[in-house]
Nanobody, 120 residues
Framework: VQLQASGGGLVQPGGSLTLSCTVS????????MTWYQQPPAGRRDWVAV???????NYHDSVKGRFTISRDNVANTVYLQMNSLGTYDTGVYYC???????????????WGQGTQVTVSS
């Protein structure tokens, strides 16, 4: 399974960005997709998740500002980020989780990350 993240860049505080993560090598519709943020010198932490059935959940720090969505035809998950602040700066990673066949648990696959810098 390969994941290709894109869409990062430099944006001013209050601005918006949309990240994309395209998956290949797996049936996309069965995957749970998660976006993570890793701030500079910080720990990678999840920010938004969408299940195979479209159920979403958000970290408290991004609720009301970020929206995760998926396109099962394009095999792509998106993260719409609005009202960005300097605290949103970091490398954003997408993760695909696929349930193990016949066993408990999930196999996780990571993309390479895309840099988001919020600065004036």
């Amino acid at each position: 399974v390969q994941l290709q993240a894109s869409g990062g860049g430099l944006v001013q505080p209050g601005g918006s960005l949309t990240l994309s993560c395209t998956v290949s090598g797996s049936s996309f519709s069965v995957l749970t997709m998660t976006w993570y943020q890793q701030p500079p010198a910080g720990r990678r932490d999840w920010v938004a998740v969408i299940t195979s059935t479209g159920v979403t959940n958000y970290h408290d720090s991004v609720k009301g500002r970020f929206t995760i969505s998926r396109d099962n035809v394009a095999n792509t998950v998106y993260l719409q980020m609005n009202s960005l602040g300097t605290y949103d700066t970091g490398v954003y990673y997408c993760k695909a989780s696929r349930k193990k066949l016949g066993r408990d648990g999930y196999d996780d696959y990571w993309g390479q990350g895309t840099q988001v810098t919020v600065s004036s």
